[in-house]
């Protein structure tokens, strides 16, 4: 018996030893730990074996079975860490990473936080309004009569309900002023739509940068200087800036903003409308609160209207407004 136990162990250690793979070993430990295994038959026999050789026998036999399991765990570890080292054998921990691509603020929101930044620094606050607007919000309160050309179906887009997608963001004036009572300054950005034909300079989307200050003083000075701070900030001190006579219903008197930046070109280039808030402008306000908070007598204001896109196109050398929405990585990426 204890030859056969002797013979069992060179045996496993030949079979073990040409066992490469995890289903050989487990094959392995099937034939000599199974229910038909060798040791487990071996040890069926000990009933046989002379009582005065079963302590040794049985000792030996367990030893092998301890030696059998302990070697088969040991060889799986091996084979398994021998796999893991072949499956990094090609890889040279030298190399470059790849390249992480990682994205950027699109120029107009560059821009927009510039601009946000700079009037901040002059108390006016953030305000904001839906871009579905009413008549009332976009026009009427505005002072815009009926047979005002903006209001034409072909230069807006109406929803069916009789709203429309707010031509312009001078509606967030409204708003404001509906919420809040006198002193007011607020900057106002967003996009602005309109049924307009598609070139290098328009958009049916475009995006508006709206301010509003008013005040028991706020004189035609205040705008002029808020206007000329903010234009130094963008452009900085060497920019030149003109106030030309124009016309908006909503303001009076009222002026279109040109400005020239001699590093940029010589030409002057129209950046933003502008004016005094008209007293029917605040009479609409007063007449929507129910009381006389912005009571023209008593109230003085003034209120502007930048086109973002048009201060990015200048700003950055952007010959083509539609370049900004075409997502392409090649122009994107310049700005990042
Ligand atoms: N809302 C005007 C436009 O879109 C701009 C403007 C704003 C003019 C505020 C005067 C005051 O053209």
């Known amino acids: 018996m204890q030859e056969i136990i ?18 050989s070993i487990e094959n392995l430990r099937i034939r000599y730990l199974g229910k038909q295994g060798h040791i487990t038959l071996l040890s069926q026999q000990m ?3 002379p009582p005065d050789q079963k302590p040794i026998i049985g000792s030996a036999l367990n030893q092998l079975r301890q030696t059998i399991l302990d070697q088969l765990q040991l060889k799986t ?18 190399l470059p990473g790849y390249p992480f691509p990682h994205g950027s603020i699109h120029p107009i929101s560059q821009l927009l936080a510039r601009a946000v930044a700079a009037f901040r620094r002059i108390g006016f606050s953030l ?10 919000h976009c026009f009427d309160a505005l002072n815009t009569p009926p047979d005002h050309p903006a209001r034409n179906e072909l230069d807006t887009f109406y929803l069916p309900d009789g709203r429309l997608l707010r031509t312009h963001t001078s509606s967030v004036q409204i708003r404001v002023m509906q919420q809040n009572p006198p002193p007011i300054r607020v ?62 219903p909503f303001t009076e008197p009222s002026f279109e903003i040109d400005i020239r930046s001699p590093q940029i070109s010589e030409e002057w280039m129209e950046l933003a409308g502008c ?50 929405i075409e997502n392409d990585l090649r122009f994107l990426s310049q700005f990042s």
């Open 6 to 23: 002797h013979q069992l162990s060179d045996q496993f250690k030949a079979d073990l030893n040409s066992s490469n793979t995890t289903e």
């Open 187 to 248: 900057i106002a950005p967003g996009p602005a739509y309109r049924r307009d034909e598609i070139d290098a300079t328009h958009l049916a989307q475009f995006h508006q940068l709206e301010g509003l200050c008013v005040g028991p003083d706020v004189s035609l000075a205040d705008l002029k200087g808020t206007i000329l701070f903010f234009l130094r900030e963008m452009f900085g001190p060497s920019v030149q800036c003109r106030f030309r006579p124009h016309y908006f």
């Open 275 to 324: 004016g005094m808030v008209h007293p029917a402008v605040f009479e609409a306000v007063c007449n929507s609160r129910g009381d006389r908070a912005y009571d023209p007598d008593t109230i003085t204001g003034f209120a502007f209207g930048f086109g973002l896109d048009r201060l990015a196109m200048n700003l950055l050398g952007i010959p083509d407004i539609r370049m900004l």
């Open 127 to 136: 305000a904001s309004g839906p871009e579905i607007e009413t008549e009332f």
């Open 77 to 94: 570890i091996q084979i398994q860490k021998a796999a893991e080292a072949a499956r990094y054998a090609n890889f040279d921990p030298s």
């Open 47 to 49: 009933r046989n074996v």
